[in-house]
């Protein structure tokens, strides 16, 4: 099992940056890809970026790319979304998620095996 722990979500005004974290833990030696995926009220989860966790290849929704940034760092198992420009559409609860295999197209929810709890992004305008 990998138990996953998001943090570093909060309340920003529109144009603020904000970046946030997840932690791994348990058996993360499994971890093929991590991702990011949000989800507002009344709107179905959504891809926002993913990162490869034995090399450094990403992924990013067209929505935030140039914006927001996915990175990794390997020794302590945490993976980070630096986010820039917010606007107000960015709010959400964002998850973090692990796949345990191979997929050569990391957007979709379904393909992740683990899931963490979330942590509310709320931009105001």
Same mark, same amino acid.
């Given at each position: 099992q990998v138990q996953l722990v998001e943090s570093g979500g909060g309340l920003v005004q529109a144009g603020d940056s904000l970046r946030i974290s997840c932690a791994a833990s348990g058996r993360s030696s499994r971890i093929i890809t991590m991702a990011w995926f949000r989800q507002a009220p009344g709107k179905e989860r959504e891809f926002v970026a993913a990162i490869?966790?034995?090399? !450094?290849? !990403?992924?990013y929704a067209d929505s935030v790319k140039g914006r927001f940034t996915i990175s990794k760092d390997n020794a302590s198992n945490t993976m980070y979304l630096?986010?820039?420009?917010?606007?107000?559409d960015a709010t959400a609860v964002y998850y973090c998620a692990a796949d345990a295999h191979f997929n050569s197209i990391p957007d979709r929810p379904s393909d992740y095996e683990y899931w963490g709890q979330g942590t509310q992004v709320t931009v105001s305008s």
């Open positions: 490869r966790w034995f090399n !450094t290849n !990403t992924y630096q986010m820039h420009s917010l606007k107000p």
